[in-house]
Antibody, heavy 120, light 111 residues
Framework: QVHLVQSGAEVKKPGTSVRVSCKGSGYTFTGYYIHWVRQAPGQGLEWMGWINPNTGGTKYGQKFQDRVTMTRDTSINTVYMELSRLMSDDTAVYYC?????????????WGQGTLVVVSS | DFVMTQSPDSLAVSLGERATINCKSSQSVLYSSNNKNYLAWYQQKPGQPPKLLIYWASTRESGVPDRFSGSGSGTDFTLTISSLQAEDVAVYFCQQYYTTPTFGQGTKLEI
């Protein structure tokens, strides 16, 4: 069965960085792009970008272009999302999500989510 | 960016009754070369990640009950639950994937 398992919750100070991991299992890890989507408390879903686990290629949303870095380690089937210069409104649940079918950008499955709280 | 607007923001429906959620895109998500609408629907229950229900606007994901159906084309789409069950209480999101993905604001469905 296909699973994405994310790292645990984080509490960070404003101005610092956070790195969230997402480990895939049950499928060919390099065969599917992984996207990152965040959800602020009580809010909707916001796309952040994707990484191609095969090549390491990335595409970031314009809003996050200068603060986000997505990387991967194929030896352990894991992708990472690092967000820098954190602000209070970065407080959100961060999800990784796999393209359900290669090259079609709807998502299944999703990781369980990682809560990131930014507070002084 | 494509702006996705859902209506209503919240909805209360009796058990066994029909629930209808609408999603409107600011631009068409119908790709003419393959005649496919790049529109998906998700269900999110409290404390859980979204779950894929429908893709290509009307194709039901494997394992999703057939009381869930999607329809529409171009800019206007609908998710219908034909006979509401208690376990359908959730927030529902539409998403376009014609271009950089964007989501609707969500519709909260209650009994």
């Amino acid at each position: 069965q296909v699973h994405l398992v994310q790292s645990g919750a984080e509490v960070k100070k404003p101005g610092t960085s956070v790195r969230v991991s997402c480990k895939g299992s049950g499928y060919t890890f390099t065969g599917y792009y992984i996207h990152w989507v965040r959800q602020a408390p009580g809010q909707g879903l916001e796309w952040m970008g994707w990484i191609n686990p095969n090549t390491g290629g990335t595409k970031y949303g314009q809003k996050f272009q200068d603060r986000v870095t997505m990387t991967r380690d194929t030896s352990i089937n894991t992708v990472y999302m690092e967000l820098s210069r954190l602000m209070s409104d970065d407080t959100a649940v961060y999800y990784c999500a796999r393209e359900a079918v290669p090259a079609d950008t709807y998502y299944d499955p999703w990781g369980q989510g990682t809560l990131v709280v930014v507070s002084s | 960016d494509f702006v996705m607007t859902q209506s209503p923001d919240s909805l209360a429906v009796s058990l066994g009754e029909r629930a209808t959620i609408n999603c409107k895109s600011s631009q068409s998500v119908l790709y003419s070369s393959n005649n496919k609408n790049y529109l998906a629907w998700y269900q999110q229950k409290p404390g859980q990640p979204p779950k894929l229900l429908i893709y290509w606007a009307s194709t039901r994901e494997s394992g999703v009950p057939d009381r869930f159906s999607g329809s529409g084309s171009g800019t206007d789409f609908t998710l219908t639950i034909s006979s509401l069950q208690a376990e359908d209480v959730a927030v529902y999101f539409c998403q376009q994937y014609y271009t950089t993905p964007t989501f609707g604001q969500g519709t909260k469905l209650e009994i």
